[in-house]
C-alpha cells in the first residue's frame, strides 16, 4: 500500500541544484532539431518553437546565479589574451562572449568588484573602450575622469 508520506517523499524537490546539466550540449540540441524537423504548416512552425525554447534556456541560464561570473571570466580571458594595455572595443568584447548590453553591465560590475581584487589589476573604461592594467597613470587618468564627471552631476542638482 502506498502511503501519503511516500507520495511526498518522490514527489520532494532537491535540495541543492542538479549541476550535470549540460547548458551547452541543450542548446546544440535545440539548434539541430530547429533545422531537422520539416515546418508542419502548424500554427507555429518547429523552427519557431525550437527558436522560442533556446531563448528562453538562454534566458533562464542568463538570470542563474553565478551567470555574472561566468560571463565575467570569459571577458577576463578575452583581456588576457589581449594583453594588458591593450584597449577593446565594447562591440568586440560584446560579440566575442556573446553578451547582450545588459549582461555586460552586470559584467562589467562583477569584473570591478571581484576580479579585480583577485587579479591585481585595474578594469577601465578608457577612451571608448575598455582594458585591464596596471598602469598607475591611466588608473589616475581614469579616475580624474571619473571625479569630474560626478562633480559636473553634483553641480547640475538643484541646491536646497
Not at 515546418?39 to 542568463?62: F, K, P, Y
Not at 587618468?141 to 547640475?156: D, H, K
Amino acid at each position: 500500500m502506498i502511503t501519503i508520506d511516500d507520495l511526498l517523499e518522490d514527489a520532494a524537490l532537491p535540495i541543492a541544484p542538479d549541476t550535470s546539466f549540460d547548458v551547452g550540449a541543450m542548446l546544440h540540441r535545440l539548434a539541430a532539431d530547429a533545422h531537422r524537423r520539416p515546418d508542419n504548416g502548424g500554427e507555429v512552425g518547429s523552427t519557431a518553437q525550437a527558436g522560442h525554447r533556446l531563448s528562453t534556456v538562454c534566458r533562464w541560464m542568463i538570470n542563474a546565479p553565478g551567470a555574472a561570473q561566468h560571463i565575467g571570466e570569459l571577458a577576463w580571458n578575452l583581456f588576457d589574451e589581449a594583453g594588458e594595455d591593450v584597449l577593446l572595443p565594447r562591440e568586440q568584447i560584446t560579440e566575442s562572449i556573446h553578451a547582450a548590453d545588459g549582461q555586460f553591465e552586470r559584467t562589467k560590475g562583477y569584473i570591478r568588484d571581484h576580479m579585480t581584487m583577485e587579479k591585481g589589476k585595474a578594469f577601465l573604461a578608457y577612451r571608448g573602450g575598455y582594458m585591464i592594467t596596471t598602469d598607475p597613470g591611466k588608473i589616475a587618468e581614469n579616475a580624474s575622469l571619473r571625479m569630474r564627471r560626478i562633480n559636473t552631476e553634483l553641480a547640475s542638482c538643484p541646491g536646497p
